[in-house]
């Protein structure tokens, strides 16, 4: 993926515009993409493998870091 459909992305995902992807924000979006079974306690364990600053939530460098594989 590059860098502005990553970002493209991203910004589907922060609904609320704050910078951060929560959990929430992850499980509503996965099921308005159609995946109904991404509930909250999923999206806490998917962002959990990738938030390397420990708070919970997605910042866009790690979610970068998840799309550059």
């Given at each position: 993926m590059d860098i502005d459909k990553a970002k493209?992305?991203?910004d589907r995902f922060d609904i609320n515009?704050?910078?951060f992807i929560s959990p929430e924000e992850?499980?509503?979006?996965?099921?308005?993409?159609?995946d109904p079974?991404?509930?909250?306690?999923?999206?806490q364990a998917v962002?959990?493998?990738a938030d390397t600053s420990k708070d919970g939530l997605l910042n866009w460098d790690e979610f970068w870091a998840i799309q550059k594989g």
């Open positions: 493209a992305s991203f515009g704050d910078g992850y499980s509503k979006v996965m099921a308005e993409m159609g079974y991404v509930t909250v306690p999923v999206a962002i959990a493998k």
